[in-house]
């Protein structure tokens, strides 16, 4: 049977969607290529986010097609994913070599492609269509394929989004939210937790408005064959028959509450969330569900109300602070995480000013900066006032300062202490090493041997690098 190798770009729902591409794979009689130079298959899944993303993917596609096209001409190419998606019949107008064009919707149809074209029943396939029901096809896991047992895995709930940024593209590569039933999800969980799995990041483009528009096409509403229970508006009849109304539960909320029941399961993670999904029953879940960590990524995008509104984003730089301050309340030891965006159109340097006091005034844990990046249909693309690449560039550099700044003290005060880590397993950059990640999405890196892996246990933190924590295992752990 053919190898296949994946390169995936982007974000963690696009190596979620090449892990189950792989998984279908094999199940089928496919081999992972180690690498490509051996492959007989060849995907990019590909990132439309920026420019810059796909313009990688390109000019990789570029180097393998000249590559193969000179010593194996029968090796089989294809994008799948976010440009995939966007761009269709046109990448394979641009790069004839190519032999498969597989959309967002149609990750699940990867292998009955390829088996077409290897089999030559097919030349080229290009498939872009909407398909209901693909939000559940995302399911398949790469579980201990040859090494050893993972210990972390993501579950997509969602694809889509309706939220409609004006800088954004996602509603073009991923389309409206779809989301998956709440039983479909607890079973693959399950699943995976009687493999050995002990943190699961629930993952979809905007995981806090699951489920707000039905399932599968059915309404949230309870009614026939819902498979949520009906959103509670129930009260509580108090002593003296005072009727006290309990918090309305979002679907989201409900779904963590089935993940949570899980035993065995020992952590969950979700991304990535809108600031404005962050309502009073998700900052109280965090109290009561002991497995969702402290940990919570408010993607802000800009510190600047005016900018804000630009954005589309639906709430101010004031909300936010009010949320902030609650899950703080909630959790004093909350990570938290932000991304960001500098340079949108008409972006001044009081706008900017106010993105950098923001960031000084919440000391975020960690913050991603992207440079602003015009998108095709977009409206942000199309606005007056685009801010030139040098200033974009300056800024970005600006802000990159204020965040080490601001992350070495944070991740500082954690020397000395002690902290819990879940053991992921061996330092990527250095394998004679190990790493956990603390319940605050904090990496720990320290000296232990693969005997530590899946172990939840405490280290001392000894040192702190950039965004990274250096621990000893702690007294209790010898
Ligand atoms: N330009 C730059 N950054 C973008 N992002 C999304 N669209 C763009 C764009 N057009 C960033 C946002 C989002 C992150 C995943 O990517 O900050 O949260």
Do not use: W
Not at 207 to 231: E, I, N, Q, W
Not at 274 to 284: N, T
């Amino acid at each position: 049977m053919p190898s296949v190798y994946i390169k995936t770009y982007g974000c963690q729902m696009n190596e979620r969607d090449s892990e189950a591409v792989a998984a279908q794979l094999v199940a089928k009689g496919y081999s992972l290529a180690p690498s490509e130079a051996v492959a007989d298959v060849i995907l990019l899944n590909t990132c439309s986010v920026r420019d810059f993303a796909e313009q990688k993917a390109v000019r990789k596609m570029e180097n393998v097609a000249a590559e193969t096209r000179r010593h194996r001409p029968e090796v089989v190419l294809g994008f799948m994913g976010c440009m995939a998606q966007s761009r269709g019949q046109e990448l394979i107008d641009r790069l004839p070599d190519v032999d498969l064009v597989v959309g967002t919707q149609k990750f699940h149809h990867a292998a009955e492609y390829l088996d077409d074209i290897l089999a030559g029943r097919r030349d080229k396939v290009v498939d872009v269509a909407e398909e209901e029901g693909s939000e559940a096809a995302i399911r398949e896991h790469l579980l201990n394929g040859n090494g050893p047992k993972s210990v972390t895995a993501f579950v997509s709930i969602m694809q889509g989004c309706n939220q409609r940024c004006t800088f954004c593209i996602v509603p073009f590569t991923r389309g409206g939210e779809r989301s998956r039933s709440i039983p479909d999800i607890v079973a693959e969980c399950r699943q995976l937790v009687a493999q050995g799995v002990k943190e699961i990041t629930l993952l979809g483009q905007i995981v806090t408005s699951y489920g707000k528009r039905g399932f599968g096409g059915m309404a949230v509403d309870g009614r026939a064959g819902s498979p949520l229970p009906a959103a509670r508006s129930d009260a509580n009849h108090g002593a003296h028959g005072v009727t006290r109304p309990t918090l309305q539960k979002s679907p989201f909320v409900q779904l963590l509450e089935a993940v949570h029941e899980i035993k065995g399961l020992e952590r969950i993670r979700f991304t990535s969330p809108h600031p404005k999904g962050y309502g009073d029953d998700l900052i109280e879940a965090y109290v009561r569900l002991p497995k969702l960590v402290e940990s919570a990524h408010l993607p802000v995008q800009s510190g600047s109300d005016r900018v804000l509104k630009l954005m589309h984003r639906g709430y101010t730089r004031t909300r936010c602070l009010g949320i902030i301050e609650k899950l703080r309340r909630a959790k004093s030891e909350i990570g938290i995480s932000t991304d960001i965006i500098v340079g949108f159109p008409g972006e001044t340097e009081n706008d900017f000013a106010d993105t950098v006091s923001l960031v000084r005034e919440v000391e975020f844990d960690q913050a991603f900066i992207f440079k602003y990046s015009p998108r095709r249909d977009t409206p942000a693309a199309e606005m007056p006032g685009q801010v030139p690449q040098k200033t974009r560039e300056e800024r970005n550099q600006h802000l990159l300062q204020v965040i080490n700044e601001v992350g070495k003290r944070k991740y500082g005060a954690f020397v000395g202490r002690r902290t819990q880590i879940l053991v992921e397993g061996p330092s990527k950059k250095n394998p004679a090493r190990m790493t956990g990640r603390t319940r605050c999405n904090k990496i720990v890196v320290f000296d232990g041997s693969e005997r530590y892996r899946g172990q939840i246990m405490d280290v001392k933190i000894i040192r702190a690098g950039s965004f990274t924590l250096y621990g000893d295992l702690a007294i209790v752990n010898l």
